[in-house]
């Protein structure tokens, strides 16, 4: 060990370290400052131990917000990743119809959203809504401020609405990049519709694939915006997802220590579930 | 194994073609014989590999039929014809094994699978990739991977004919010696009728029996190795094959003498040629350097090792030479044309000479 090691290198890190840590390391401490203390306000704290941590895990509404938020991620990827790849092996691979296709495709994923939240909120509306007046006109009740089950039809619809471009932008890309003389052997090979997607098509996307269900799935399962402006988690809880939830803790009742309790849990599932995909894909990517 | 008649086809990839540059295939009449070994040559764009396309039915011709063994096809879809053909970039399906891979083209057609593992395993054995059947095809070399393209169509002892498009463009050079010949072995053990697309003259000289020369969406000449070096029918196949290529100049023709510039050359016979553009053509193997003849000057020799290429300037026209590598070049050189390699063209198309 005569290596001489020169430090000097770390003075180039500090600017991005100080960034780094105002942004994000300090006020993730106070998070966790919080989550260990109780106060009554007038900025008096008392220290509280894993008392907040031992009532959320112990707590039926913290975990039946996170399974509302495993069931409604399950649902759209079951419904967004299909649909997506579907839409995808429809789309024109060339002439005029690819930048129409495209920009359609492109147009819910540029929308802002709390407006896309606000669109569907009206949009759903029984008395002025489009979609939910001539739904009740037709003689189904439908009702998404009342009935649970409405509430998630209407919000399910919106996030497919919303994000099934982004699967089938990545799939596309996936597509088109196969050269044609693979499509020519198939034909050679007397290959049927059903293998050429399973043998050529969907190896080609699988990697394009991985990246949509894990962005598809990271976003769900931090949904806020969309549900909030639309049901505000009702009726009831039967909407309210976790961070839904955490904020109607933290900012609704003012609970902070709980609230940051919540919040690192929360944090260390993203943490654990990210560390998962990545490890997933670099491995799928070794192994190649 | 089939006799494959390409009957006047034309093909064209504008929907309304009118000029004759409208159409990527002008027309061809050929016939590739049962158990013939073909090369298509020519330079990118010529043509060659809509043909090919034309002949496996991934393309409809706009014009003329095909017929394979007198029946006419035309309108078969590429799965009904029976072919096989290998890309120029390996196509091969990556999740499976090799074997399956193999298997793939039996299994589609509902083949029972004992026959599928009796076929695959000869196959196998065909091409020389036994040991790694188990393998998942994606981690092997681009000479295999292209070996198993080339598998996939002998699999099916019924295949009409291979085709094969520049296969060879991915490989490495050792390796391509190596591929080259285990075709060839494979076309004379099992008389395959085998057509092969290349822009390479060695490869095409090499491979076939007969080299099918296109240029500009035409057939120029179809001969043998030996034919298409002597007896270039088209100046273009004259620049195209050989190493140089053949030299050609405009010449004036009286009788039996050509006249270029100043210079008399003495010609083998009277050529019928009357009328048009006449051109002499010969190859650098056939120009003589040394202390008598045309005068030339020297621009510069270039030595490849086995012999050298002479560059010089006749009459201020580019001309090459051929000379042995023990051969010097003299202090006045001049050049003498070997009657027996000169060739005279009309408007570029050879003409006969008569004796």
């Not at chain 1, 394009?208 to 009702?234: C, H, K, N, Q, W």
């Not at chain 1, 490890?279 to 070794?286: C, Q, R």
């Not at chain 2, 070399?141 to 019924?158: E, N, P, W, Y």
């Not at chain 2, 003495?266 to 051109?279: H, K, V």
């Amino acid at each position: 060990m005569d290596k001489t090691w020169n430090n000097k290198a770390w003075f180039l890190v500090l600017p991005v370290l100080v960034l780094v840590a105002f942004s994000a390391v300090i006020p993730l401490m106070t998070v966790v400052n919080y989550s260990v203390q109780d106060t009554f306000g007038n900025n008096v704290f008392f220290w509280a131990g894993t008392e907040w941590f031992e009532e959320l895990l112990s707590s039926s509404r913290f975990w039946e917000a996170m399974t509302r938020n495993l069931i409604f991620s399950f649902i759209i990827l079951a419904i967004e990743v299909p649909l997506g790849i579907f839409i995808a092996l429809n789309m024109p691979k060339k002439g005029w119809g690819v930048p129409v296709c495209l920009v359609l495709m492109a147009l819910p994923l540029l929308i802002p959203w709390n407006v896309v939240g606000t669109i569907w909120q009206v949009f759903g509306r029984n008395d002025i809504g489009l979609l939910g007046y001539y739904v009740n006109a037709l003689g189904i009740d439908y009702n998404y401020v009342q009935d649970p089950f409405d509430a998630w039809v209407t919000i399910i619809v919106m996030d497919v609405w919303h994000w099934t471009s982004l699967v089938v932008l990545l799939c596309y890309a996936g597509l088109v990049s196969i050269p044609d003389a693979f499509y020519q052997a198939a034909k050679i090979d007397g290959a049927s519709r059903w293998a050429v997607f399973r043998y050529i098509q969907l190896p080609k996307m699988n990697r394009v694939l991985l990246i949509a269900v894990l962005l598809r799935f990271m976003d769900s399962f931090m949904i806020y915006t969309e549900p909030f402006v639309v049901t505000g988690g009702g009726p009831g809880n039967s909407t309210t997802f976790l961070s839904i939830d955490l904020v109607k803790t933290a900012l609704g009742q003012f609970d902070l220590g709980p609230a940051a309790a919540m919040s690192l849990v929360y944090f260390l599932i993203i943490l654990l579930l990210s560390w998962v995909f990545y490890t997933v894909m670099t491995n799928y990517d070794a192994e190649r | 194994m089939a006799r494959i008649d390409v009957n006047h086809v034309r093909h064209s990839y504008l929907p309304n073609p009118r000029k004759d540059a409208d159409f990527a295939l002008r027309e061809v009449h050929h016939t590739f014989e049962d158990g013939g070994a073909y090369a298509l040559l020519g330079p990118s764009g010529c043509g060659k590999t809509t043909l090919l396309n034309i002949i496996s039915g991934l393309l409809h011709p706009s014009h003329g039929q095909l017929l394979f063994n007198g029946k006419d096809v035309t309108n078969l879809s590429t799965q009904e014809r029976n072919i096989a053909q290998v890309f120029q970039f390996p196509v091969i399906y990556d999740t499976m094994t090799v074997y399956d891979n193999l298997a793939f083209p039996l299994r589609n057609r509902g083949v029972p699978e004992a026959d599928v593992d009796r076929k695959v395993r000869e196959t196998l054995e065909m091409i020389d990739l036994a040991s790694w059947a188990k393998k998942k095809a994606r981690g092997l070399t681009a000479d295999q991977k292209q070996k198993i393209s080339l598998g996939r169509g002998l699999v099916r002892s019924d295949v009409n004919a291979i085709l094969f498009d520049e296969p060879l463009t991915v490989i490495d050079p050792h390796m391509k010696w190596v591929l080259r010949s285990q075709l060839k072995q494979l076309h004379r053990r099992f008389g395959y009728t085998m057509v092969y697309v290349t822009h390479d003259q060695t490869e095409a000289l090499t491979f076939a029996d007969q080299v099918v020369v296109m240029y500009d969406g035409g057939i120029v000449q179809i001969g043998t190795p030996a034919e298409l070096f002597e007896r270039p029918r088209h100046t273009f196949v004259g620049y195209f094959i050989g190493s140089p290529g053949m030299n050609v100049m405009p010449v004036a023709i009286d009788g039996k003498t050509a006249t270029l510039g100043s210079q008399r050359i003495e010609l083998p016979g009277a050529p019928n040629a009357d009328s048009g553009a006449i051109e002499l053509g010969i190859r650098p193997e056939y120009v003589r350097l040394g202390r008598d003849g045309m005068s030339v000057s020297i621009s510069k020799v270039e030595d490849l090792g086995r012999h050298k290429v002479v560059r010089a300037k006749l009459e201020g026209r580019d001309i090459s030479a051929v000379i042995g590598e023990d051969e010097t070049v003299p202090a006045e050189p001049r050049v003498r044309f070997d009657p027996a390699g000169i060739n005279i063209y009309a408007d570029s198309w050879r003409v006969e000479m008569e004796a």
